[in-house]
């Protein structure tokens, strides 16, 4: 039995339309859609995805085996709270180190998100390090830097 959870396609189908909808701003703030070529079909793929932003810097997580096709660098189009903005995609999976750091980053902005990667919080608020690290383990982030 897999570890992560598996998104059923309604939800995502669901998402897609209210991120493309203009009642995008009840889940805009945490999700967004990635937009990108599938590097062997040449086909145009867009999943709906959590997030956190700094600056001009996006950076998404994945349990899924999509972000294969940002290898090496890849453009791709967001769209984050009803706008859509293009980046330059590149996935992080084998420095689990930085992986580890960004995902703490990440549930620090968007603490809801710790129940997807079974991270939880001591009674000061404070992610539990090792869980963060485990949960690295097989989390891919992409940074997406914004053009």
Known sequence: MSETPTIPPFVNKTMKLILRSPA???VSKTVLLITFTGRKSGKT?????DYSQDGDQVTIFTHGGW????RGGAPV???IRGRELQGLAQPVAEDKQ???AGLAAHLRKVPSDARYYGVTFD????LRADEVEKA???AVMIRVRLC
């Open 77 to 79: 189009t967001l769209r």
């Open 98 to 100: 930085a992986v580890a």
């Open 136 to 138: 690295a383990q097989s």
């Open 123 to 126: 009674d000061q608020k404070n």
């Open 67 to 70: 972000w294969k096709n940002l």
């Open 45 to 49: 793929y867009t999943t709906p995805v």
């Open 24 to 26: 995008h701003g009840i």
